[in-house]
């Protein structure tokens, strides 16, 4: 059983490292699905061990920060964000500082994935009609995502996911991972201005579309409902059942049915982590991988130090990917101490800008915007990706070694 096991989770983490596999449209959520099927089939895990090993607080707060999203979705919010930025008579530059804000201050807050997949075409759009390119503004979109989501406990699902592992105090989190998450997003601004200096040099033309309608009630109830879903992880009550009652209270309205809000749910993303969740706890379970992790920190290899963590968080994140990563570390290490868990979070969600397959934001971003006619491709992502997640997990680490 033990060769079974190490064997559907080799599979699985290949192919998540990979996408898809060719001829198949079988992609990392399936991967998953599939993966833990056959360790169900085979005897490997039953029913109770799947019910004990899928972690439902953390898929909790991960489906009502959607719901919170999808409000804000159907209100217009995003829509007027994009429009702010692509039509509101900026010069490029400030374009591009508009971008890094607006998306890294979105993604403190709500998940970053869906803050990408709601803005990116609109951006495209506002961007083609001025006549500037738009993939300086993609690569800041995805780039600011990801370090503003780095901010917070509840900016994007791995960080949720680490959040609710190890009990963090939202404020706690917030002071160690705020100040190097800011100064990620200038780094972010920084690097993307020097690399497309000559395209944000092109001033455009002056932009002539009308503001998109939004629903003004259903953006201050949006507003009322993150302030409730902020009081929830600051006061000391449950956070999954804070979130959920939250959520439910956005689910009932006299103009948007459930039906029209559940669709903006990422459910593939939910059962990317059911999936994960127990494929990873078969395979901790072994015997041969805990004495394989043992010796690993016996040889002075321990996860929790910054000279390990970093290179590891880079290195997993930029293969199978940071959400995947994070699952199987903290299946592997549940021992891990607050600190561990806020450099994990930080340096993973980081770690996520180097490659286009760093992270699922990236991803969004480039077959969001590849559906409107802008392709954005793995060496445009690289030219930037690479310096700005190596400045930027450089402040991280030093910001960490003076903290903890």
Same mark, same amino acid.
């Given at each position: 059983?033990t060769a079974l096991v190490l064997g559907v989770f080799v599979a699985v983490y290949a192919g998540l490292a990979l996408g898809r596999l060719p001829g198949l449209a079988v992609d990392r959520t399936g991967f998953a699905l599939l993966g833990a099927l056959v360790l169900f089939a085979a005897g490997a895990i039953d029913g109770a061990g799947i019910a004990a090993a899928v972690d439902m607080p953390t898929l909790a707060v991960l489906f009502g920060l959607m719901v919170l999203s999808a409000q804000f979705y159907v209100s217009g919010f995003y829509d007027l964000c994009a429009h702010r930025i692509a039509d509101g008579g900026a010069s490029p530059r400030r374009l591009l500082a508009l971008t890094v804000?607006?998306?890294?201050?979105?993604?403190?807050?709500?998940?970053?994935?869906?803050?990408?997949?709601?803005?990116?075409?609109?951006?495209?759009?506002?961007?083609?009609?001025?006549?500037?390119?738009?993939?300086?503004?993609?690569?800041?979109?995805?780039?600011?995502?990801?370090?503003?989501?780095?901010?917070?406990?509840?900016?994007?699902?791995?960080?949720?996911?680490?959040?609710?592992?190890?009990?963090?105090?939202?404020?706690?989190? !917030?002071? #160690?991972?705020? +100040?190097? @998450? =800011? &100064? %990620?997003?200038?780094?972010?601004?920084?690097?993307? $201005? /020097? *690399?497309?200096?000559?395209?944000?040099?092109?001033?455009?033309?002056?932009?002539?579309?009308?503001?998109?309608?939004?629903?003004?009630?259903?953006?201050?109830?949006?507003?009322?409902?993150?302030?409730?879903?902020?009081?929830?992880?600051?006061?000391?009550?449950?956070?999954?059942?804070?979130?959920?009652?939250?959520?439910?209270?956005?689910?009932?309205?006299?103009?948007?049915?459930?039906?029209?809000?559940?669709?903006?749910?990422?459910?593939?993303?939910?059962?990317?982590?059911?999936?994960?969740?127990?494929?990873?706890?078969?395979?901790?379970?072994?015997?041969?991988?805990?004495?394989?992790?043992?010796?690993?920190?016996?040889?002075?290899?321990?996860?929790?130090? !910054?000279? #390990?963590?970093? +290179?590891? @968080? =880079? &290195? %997993?994140?930029?293969?199978?990917?940071?959400?995947? $990563? /994070? *699952?199987?570390?903290?299946?592997?290490?549940?021992?891990?101490?607050?600190?561990?868990?806020?450099?994990?979070?930080?340096?993973?969600?980081?770690?996520?800008?180097?490659?286009?397959?760093?992270?699922?934001?990236?991803?969004?971003?480039?077959?969001?915007?590849?559906?409107?006619?802008?392709?954005?491709?793995?060496?445009?992502?690289?030219?930037?990706?690479?310096?700005?997640?190596?400045?930027?997990?450089?402040?991280?680490?030093?910001?960490?070694?003076?903290?903890?």
């Amino acid at each position: 059983m033990t060769a079974l096991v190490l064997g559907v989770f080799v599979a699985v983490y290949a192919g998540l490292a990979l996408g898809r596999l060719p001829g198949l449209a079988v992609d990392r959520t399936g991967f998953a699905l599939l993966g833990a099927l056959v360790l169900f089939a085979a005897g490997a895990i039953d029913g109770a061990g799947i019910a004990a090993a899928v972690d439902m607080p953390t898929l909790a707060v991960l489906f009502g920060l959607m719901v919170l999203s999808a409000q804000f979705y159907v209100s217009g919010f995003y829509d007027l964000c994009a429009h702010r930025i692509a039509d509101g008579g900026a010069s490029p530059r400030r374009l591009l500082a508009l971008t890094v804000i607006v998306s890294g201050g979105l993604s403190a807050v709500l998940a970053n994935d869906v803050v990408v997949f709601a803005m990116t075409p609109l951006l495209c759009h506002g961007l083609t009609a001025r006549g500037l390119d738009p993939r300086p503004y993609l690569i800041a979109l995805a780039g600011a995502a990801n370090a503003g989501s780095a901010a917070t406990i509840i900016g994007n699902p791995q960080n949720i996911l680490i959040g609710q592992a190890g009990g963090l105090d939202f404020w706690r989190f !917030l002071a #160690v991972c705020g +100040p190097p @998450a =800011l &100064a %990620a997003l200038a780094v972010v601004y920084a690097t993307v $201005a /020097v *690399v497309w200096r000559r395209s944000l040099a092109e001033p455009g033309r002056l932009p002539g579309r009308e503001p998109p309608p939004v629903d003004r009630r259903g953006i201050v109830k949006a507003g009322l409902a993150t302030v409730a879903l902020l009081a929830c992880f600051a006061l000391p009550v449950p956070q999954a059942t804070g979130v959920l009652v939250v959520a439910g209270a956005l689910l009932v309205s006299r103009r948007r049915t459930t039906r029209e809000m559940l669709a903006h749910v990422d459910w593939p993303l939910l059962l990317l982590f059911a999936g994960l969740f127990v494929i990873t706890d078969a395979v901790a379970a072994l015997p041969a991988v805990g004495e394989a992790v043992a010796g690993l920190q016996a040889a002075g290899l321990e996860p929790s130090r !910054l000279g #390990v963590m970093a +290179p590891l @968080a =880079l &290195a %997993a994140s930029n293969t199978i990917g940071n959400v995947p $990563a /994070v *699952v199987l570390i903290l299946a592997l290490l549940p021992d891990l101490g607050p600190a561990a868990l806020h450099a994990l979070a930080l340096l993973s969600t980081l770690a996520g800008n180097l490659l286009l397959v760093g992270s699922l934001a990236n991803l969004i971003v480039a077959e969001r915007a590849a559906g409107v006619g802008v392709r954005l491709g793995f060496r445009d992502h690289a030219r930037c990706g690479v310096p700005m997640t190596l400045a930027s997990m450089a402040v991280a680490v030093g910001w960490l070694l003076m903290v903890t």
